[in-house]
Protein backbone atom coordinates (compact mmCIF):
# COMPACT_ATOMS: atom_id res chain seq x y z
CA UNK A 1 0.00 0.00 0.00
CA UNK A 2 1.41 3.31 -0.78
CA UNK A 3 2.25 5.47 1.49
CA UNK A 4 0.09 8.78 2.30
CA UNK A 5 1.12 11.51 0.14
CA UNK A 6 1.69 15.32 1.08
CA UNK A 7 -0.82 16.51 -1.66
CA UNK A 8 -3.42 13.91 0.54
CA UNK A 9 -2.92 16.14 3.88
CA UNK A 10 -3.54 19.19 2.08
CA UNK A 11 -6.61 17.83 0.78
CA UNK A 12 -7.59 17.05 4.95
CA UNK A 13 -6.99 20.52 5.26
CA UNK A 14 -9.47 20.99 2.70
CA UNK A 15 -12.09 19.23 4.42
CA UNK A 16 -12.15 20.81 7.88
CA UNK A 17 -12.32 24.70 5.95
CA UNK A 18 -14.45 23.97 2.73
CA UNK A 19 -16.91 21.38 3.28
CA UNK A 20 -20.17 22.29 5.01
CA UNK A 21 -21.30 20.89 7.78
CA UNK A 22 -24.87 20.48 6.43
CA UNK A 23 -26.06 17.44 8.76
CA UNK A 24 -25.50 16.62 12.72
CA UNK A 25 -22.82 13.80 12.73
CA UNK A 26 -24.01 10.61 14.54
CA UNK A 27 -22.54 10.02 17.83
CA UNK A 28 -21.12 6.82 18.80
CA UNK A 29 -22.35 5.60 22.80
CA UNK A 30 -20.33 3.01 24.72
CA UNK A 31 -21.75 0.75 27.63
CA UNK A 32 -20.22 1.60 31.05
CA UNK A 33 -17.36 -0.75 31.40
CA UNK A 34 -17.30 -2.21 27.89
CA UNK A 35 -14.10 -2.47 26.25
CA UNK A 36 -13.65 -1.44 23.23
CA UNK A 37 -11.02 -1.23 20.46
CA UNK A 38 -11.93 1.83 17.57
CA UNK A 39 -9.61 3.08 14.66
CA UNK A 40 -10.54 6.63 12.96
CA UNK A 41 -9.49 10.15 12.97
CA UNK A 42 -8.70 13.00 15.69
CA UNK A 43 -11.07 15.82 14.94
CA UNK A 44 -9.86 18.21 17.90
CA UNK A 45 -8.38 18.16 21.71
CA UNK A 46 -11.24 18.39 24.07
CA UNK A 47 -9.12 19.15 27.76
CA UNK A 48 -7.06 15.93 28.85
CA UNK A 49 -8.70 14.08 25.49
CA UNK A 50 -10.05 14.20 22.27
CA UNK A 51 -13.09 13.59 19.91
CA UNK A 52 -12.52 11.44 17.06
CA UNK A 53 -14.74 10.01 13.92
CA UNK A 54 -14.35 6.53 13.61
CA UNK A 55 -13.91 4.69 10.12
CA UNK A 56 -18.00 4.44 10.29
CA UNK A 57 -18.78 8.10 10.58
CA UNK A 58 -19.61 8.17 13.95
CA UNK A 59 -18.23 10.77 16.82
CA UNK A 60 -16.74 9.99 19.85
CA UNK A 61 -15.63 11.28 22.90
CA UNK A 62 -12.25 10.08 24.22
CA UNK A 63 -10.28 10.95 27.50
CA UNK A 64 -6.60 9.31 28.59
CA UNK A 65 -6.47 7.30 31.33
CA UNK A 66 -3.66 8.15 33.85
CA UNK A 67 -1.71 5.21 32.92
CA UNK A 68 -2.79 5.31 29.22
CA UNK A 69 0.06 4.50 26.98
CA UNK A 70 0.58 6.21 23.90
CA UNK A 71 3.03 4.56 21.27
CA UNK A 72 3.91 3.60 17.64
CA UNK A 73 2.22 1.73 15.42
CA UNK A 74 5.26 -0.18 13.97
CA UNK A 75 5.62 -2.17 11.32
CA UNK A 76 9.01 -3.88 12.10
CA UNK A 77 7.88 -6.17 14.62
CA UNK A 78 12.02 -6.52 15.38
CA UNK A 79 11.92 -3.32 17.26
CA UNK A 80 10.55 -1.67 20.12
CA UNK A 81 7.70 0.77 19.92
CA UNK A 82 9.00 4.43 20.23
CA UNK A 83 6.72 6.21 23.01
CA UNK A 84 4.81 9.93 22.26
CA UNK A 85 3.07 11.99 24.40
CA UNK A 86 -0.38 13.60 24.75
CA UNK A 87 0.51 16.65 23.24
CA UNK A 88 0.79 14.73 19.88
CA UNK A 89 -2.13 13.49 19.86
CA UNK A 90 -3.52 16.44 17.73
CA UNK A 91 -6.34 16.60 14.92
CA UNK A 92 -6.02 15.02 11.46
CA UNK A 93 -3.61 11.88 13.15
CA UNK A 94 -5.13 8.42 12.26
CA UNK A 95 -5.33 6.46 15.79
CA UNK A 96 -5.88 3.22 16.71
CA UNK A 97 -7.42 3.00 20.45
CA UNK A 98 -8.31 0.57 23.14
CA UNK A 99 -10.06 1.51 26.39
CA UNK A 100 -13.31 0.54 27.92
CA UNK A 101 -16.72 2.74 28.10
CA UNK A 102 -16.24 5.36 30.85
CA UNK A 103 -19.93 5.54 31.62
CA UNK A 104 -21.09 9.38 29.91
CA UNK A 105 -21.53 7.22 26.69
CA UNK A 106 -17.49 7.96 25.68
CA UNK A 107 -14.24 5.82 26.34
CA UNK A 108 -11.56 6.12 28.47
CA UNK A 109 -8.36 5.19 26.67
CA UNK A 110 -5.53 2.75 28.40
CA UNK A 111 -3.97 2.40 24.90
CA UNK A 112 -3.55 4.32 21.77
CA UNK A 113 -1.39 3.22 18.97
CA UNK A 114 -0.04 5.27 15.12
CA UNK A 115 1.81 5.12 12.71
CA UNK A 116 5.16 7.85 12.13
CA UNK A 117 3.41 8.15 8.83
CA UNK A 118 0.22 9.35 10.44
CA UNK A 119 1.80 11.37 12.96
CA UNK A 120 3.78 12.96 9.97
CA UNK A 121 0.61 13.89 7.67
CA UNK A 122 -1.14 15.10 11.32
CA UNK A 123 1.79 17.60 11.43
CA UNK A 124 1.53 18.69 7.86
CA UNK A 125 -1.94 19.57 7.74
CA UNK A 126 -2.13 21.27 11.17
CA UNK A 127 1.24 23.39 10.04
CA UNK A 128 -1.22 24.74 7.05
CA UNK A 129 -4.65 24.79 8.62
CA UNK A 130 -3.10 27.64 11.48
CA UNK A 131 -2.59 30.68 8.81
CA UNK A 132 -5.51 29.28 6.36
CA UNK A 133 -7.66 29.40 9.58
CA UNK A 134 -6.33 32.50 10.43
CA UNK A 135 -7.36 34.56 7.40
CA UNK A 136 -10.64 32.65 7.94
CA UNK A 137 -11.39 34.92 11.37
CA UNK A 138 -9.70 37.84 9.45
CA UNK A 139 -12.86 37.38 7.03
CA UNK A 140 -15.64 36.44 9.77
CA UNK A 141 -14.57 40.03 11.64
CA UNK A 142 -15.10 41.84 8.25
CA UNK A 143 -18.60 40.15 7.94
CA UNK A 144 -19.79 40.56 11.60
CA UNK A 145 -18.55 44.52 10.77
CA UNK A 146 -20.68 44.43 7.73
CA UNK A 147 -23.79 43.20 9.78
CA UNK A 148 -23.12 45.57 12.36
CA UNK A 149 -23.26 48.68 9.59
CA UNK A 150 -26.55 46.61 8.53
CA UNK A 151 -28.06 47.34 12.01
CA UNK A 152 -26.75 50.60 11.87
CA UNK A 153 -28.44 51.78 8.97
CA UNK A 154 -31.63 50.24 9.85
CA UNK A 155 -31.89 52.31 13.23
CA UNK A 156 -30.97 55.47 11.07
CA UNK A 157 -34.25 54.59 9.04
CA UNK A 158 -36.78 56.34 11.76
CA UNK A 159 -34.36 58.95 11.66
CA UNK A 160 -34.37 59.68 7.95
CA UNK A 161 -38.20 59.27 7.78
CA UNK A 162 -38.79 61.99 10.54
CA UNK A 163 -35.94 64.14 8.58
CA UNK A 164 -37.90 63.62 5.07
CA UNK A 165 -41.95 64.52 6.41
CA UNK A 166 -40.02 67.96 7.80
CA UNK A 167 -39.01 68.23 4.06
CA UNK A 168 -41.64 69.83 1.80
CA UNK A 169 -42.65 66.87 -0.54
CA UNK A 170 -39.84 64.99 1.11
CA UNK A 171 -42.09 62.01 2.50
CA UNK A 172 -42.36 59.69 -0.43
CA UNK A 173 -38.82 59.97 -1.60
CA UNK A 174 -37.76 59.18 2.47
CA UNK A 175 -39.79 56.60 2.44
CA UNK A 176 -38.63 55.09 -0.90
CA UNK A 177 -35.11 55.29 0.44
CA UNK A 178 -35.88 53.22 3.35
CA UNK A 179 -37.42 50.78 1.23
CA UNK A 180 -34.08 49.98 -0.59
CA UNK A 181 -31.93 50.45 2.55
CA UNK A 182 -33.95 47.58 4.69
CA UNK A 183 -33.93 45.39 0.68
CA UNK A 184 -30.23 45.76 0.64
CA UNK A 185 -29.84 44.64 4.26
CA UNK A 186 -32.11 41.76 3.94
CA UNK A 187 -30.44 40.49 0.37
CA UNK A 188 -27.01 40.82 2.34
CA UNK A 189 -27.79 38.66 5.17
CA UNK A 190 -29.22 36.18 2.91
CA UNK A 191 -26.42 35.99 0.70
CA UNK A 192 -24.10 35.52 4.07
CA UNK A 193 -25.99 32.95 5.58
CA UNK A 194 -26.39 31.13 2.32
CA UNK A 195 -22.14 30.86 1.83
CA UNK A 196 -22.12 27.29 3.02
CA UNK A 197 -25.26 26.49 1.00
CA UNK A 198 -24.70 24.24 -1.59
CA UNK A 199 -25.91 23.19 -5.05
CA UNK A 200 -25.14 19.77 -6.69
CA UNK A 201 -24.39 21.41 -10.36
CA UNK A 202 -23.22 17.95 -11.91
CA UNK A 203 -22.63 14.79 -10.67
CA UNK A 204 -20.67 12.20 -13.07
CA UNK A 205 -19.58 8.23 -12.41
CA UNK A 206 -15.76 6.82 -13.31
CA UNK A 207 -15.55 3.33 -13.79
CA UNK A 208 -12.53 1.23 -13.20
CA UNK A 209 -11.62 -2.77 -13.43
CA UNK A 210 -11.35 -5.07 -10.84
CA UNK A 211 -8.66 -4.21 -8.57
CA UNK A 212 -7.46 -1.33 -10.15
CA UNK A 213 -7.81 2.62 -9.38
CA UNK A 214 -6.20 3.22 -12.68
CA UNK A 215 -8.22 5.69 -15.54
CA UNK A 216 -9.56 4.72 -18.68
CA UNK A 217 -9.26 6.75 -21.58
CA UNK A 218 -12.87 7.48 -21.60
CA UNK A 219 -12.71 8.26 -17.52
CA UNK A 220 -10.31 10.80 -18.30
CA UNK A 221 -12.30 12.41 -20.66
CA UNK A 222 -14.75 12.37 -18.43
CA UNK A 223 -12.80 14.22 -15.78
CA UNK A 224 -11.94 16.96 -18.38
CA UNK A 225 -15.52 17.75 -18.96
CA UNK A 226 -15.71 18.05 -15.20
CA UNK A 227 -12.59 20.12 -15.06
CA UNK A 228 -13.68 22.71 -17.92
CA UNK A 229 -17.38 22.99 -16.46
CA UNK A 230 -16.19 24.07 -12.97
CA UNK A 231 -13.57 26.69 -14.09
CA UNK A 232 -16.69 28.57 -15.49
CA UNK A 233 -18.73 27.95 -12.19
CA UNK A 234 -18.70 31.07 -9.04
CA UNK A 235 -17.83 29.84 -6.02
CA UNK A 236 -17.64 26.20 -6.54
CA UNK A 237 -15.42 22.72 -5.04
CA UNK A 238 -15.43 19.27 -6.84
CA UNK A 239 -16.48 16.55 -4.21
CA UNK A 240 -14.79 12.89 -5.06
CA UNK A 241 -15.78 9.61 -3.37
CA UNK A 242 -14.37 6.42 -4.25
CA UNK A 243 -16.37 3.05 -4.29
CA UNK A 244 -15.58 -0.50 -4.37
CA UNK A 245 -17.31 -3.99 -5.51
CA UNK A 246 -17.76 -7.35 -2.86
CA UNK A 247 -14.80 -9.04 -5.21
CA UNK A 248 -11.86 -8.69 -2.30
CA UNK A 249 -11.90 -8.41 1.15
CA UNK A 250 -13.47 -5.78 3.06
CA UNK A 251 -9.95 -3.76 4.27
CA UNK A 252 -8.32 -4.07 0.84
CA UNK A 253 -11.80 -2.80 -0.69
CA UNK A 254 -11.75 0.23 1.41
CA UNK A 255 -7.96 1.23 0.68
CA UNK A 256 -9.08 0.24 -3.00
CA UNK A 257 -11.85 2.75 -2.96
CA UNK A 258 -9.66 5.68 -1.43
CA UNK A 259 -6.97 5.15 -4.49
CA UNK A 260 -9.34 5.42 -6.78
CA UNK A 261 -10.54 8.57 -5.09
CA UNK A 262 -7.17 9.88 -4.95
CA UNK A 263 -6.66 8.76 -8.40
CA UNK A 264 -9.62 11.60 -9.52
CA UNK A 265 -7.95 14.04 -7.31
CA UNK A 266 -4.46 13.72 -9.06
CA UNK A 267 -6.05 13.87 -12.27
CA UNK A 268 -7.86 16.84 -11.84
CA UNK A 269 -5.16 18.98 -9.89
CA UNK A 270 -2.15 17.88 -12.34
CA UNK A 271 -3.67 17.70 -15.84
CA UNK A 272 -6.30 21.13 -15.10
CA UNK A 273 -4.57 22.90 -12.33
CA UNK A 274 -7.77 22.57 -10.42
CA UNK A 275 -6.75 24.40 -7.19
CA UNK A 276 -6.55 21.48 -3.73
CA UNK A 277 -8.87 24.31 -2.05
CA UNK A 278 -11.10 23.76 -4.51
CA UNK A 279 -11.27 19.57 -4.26
CA UNK A 280 -12.96 18.39 -1.10
CA UNK A 281 -11.07 15.36 1.05
CA UNK A 282 -11.41 12.04 -1.57
CA UNK A 283 -12.72 9.51 0.40
CA UNK A 284 -13.06 5.96 0.09
CA UNK A 285 -16.32 4.01 1.05
CA UNK A 286 -15.23 0.70 0.15
CA UNK A 287 -17.97 -1.75 -0.27
CA UNK A 288 -20.70 0.80 1.30
CA UNK A 289 -23.59 2.56 -0.75
CA UNK A 290 -24.05 -0.19 -3.69
CA UNK A 291 -25.50 1.13 -6.75
CA UNK A 292 -26.10 -2.38 -7.74
CA UNK A 293 -26.07 -6.04 -6.73
CA UNK A 294 -23.10 -7.72 -5.79
CA UNK A 295 -23.93 -11.21 -6.45
CA UNK A 296 -24.19 -10.96 -10.43
CA UNK A 297 -21.46 -9.66 -12.54
CA UNK A 298 -23.04 -6.88 -13.96
CA UNK A 299 -23.43 -5.26 -10.49
CA UNK A 300 -20.04 -5.81 -9.05
CA UNK A 301 -19.36 -3.95 -12.22
CA UNK A 302 -21.28 -0.55 -11.84
CA UNK A 303 -19.99 -0.68 -7.72
CA UNK A 304 -16.28 -0.45 -9.14
CA UNK A 305 -16.53 3.08 -9.28
CA UNK A 306 -15.87 7.07 -8.17
CA UNK A 307 -18.27 9.51 -8.10
CA UNK A 308 -17.56 13.53 -8.86
CA UNK A 309 -19.40 16.01 -8.23
CA UNK A 310 -19.68 19.92 -8.70
CA UNK A 311 -21.11 22.06 -6.20
CA UNK A 312 -21.43 25.51 -5.97
CA UNK A 313 -21.98 27.86 -3.42
CA UNK A 314 -25.47 29.84 -3.33
CA UNK A 315 -24.25 32.76 -1.30
CA UNK A 316 -20.96 33.44 -3.39
CA UNK A 317 -23.01 32.04 -6.86
CA UNK A 318 -25.84 34.99 -6.21
CA UNK A 319 -24.97 38.46 -5.93
CA UNK A 320 -26.84 41.16 -3.83
CA UNK A 321 -28.95 43.32 -6.56
CA UNK A 322 -31.12 46.33 -5.00
CA UNK A 323 -33.22 48.07 -7.53
CA UNK A 324 -33.83 51.58 -6.67
CA UNK A 325 -36.92 52.81 -7.73
CA UNK A 326 -36.61 55.57 -11.06
CA UNK A 327 -37.34 59.41 -10.33
CA UNK A 328 -40.50 60.86 -12.59
Do not use: C
Request: no cysteine; glycine share 8%.
Amino acid sequence: MKKISMLSSLVLLLAALVVPVAAQQNKTAITSGAKMKVTGIILKQEGQGFRMRDDAGSELSVSLASNARIEEKKSNPFRGSKKYTSSQLTRGLFVEVEGRGDGSGGLTAEKIKFSKDSLRVADSVNSTVVPVENRLGDAETRVAATEENAKRLSGQLDELSQVANLAKGGAAAAQETADVAVEGVNKTNDRISSLDDFDVQKTETISFKVGSWVLSKEAKATLDDIANQAKDAKGFVIQVRGFASADGGENSNRSLSQKRAEAVMHYLAENHDIPLRRIVLPFGYGEAMPVADNTTLDGRKQNRRAEVSILVSKGLANPVNVIRPTKL
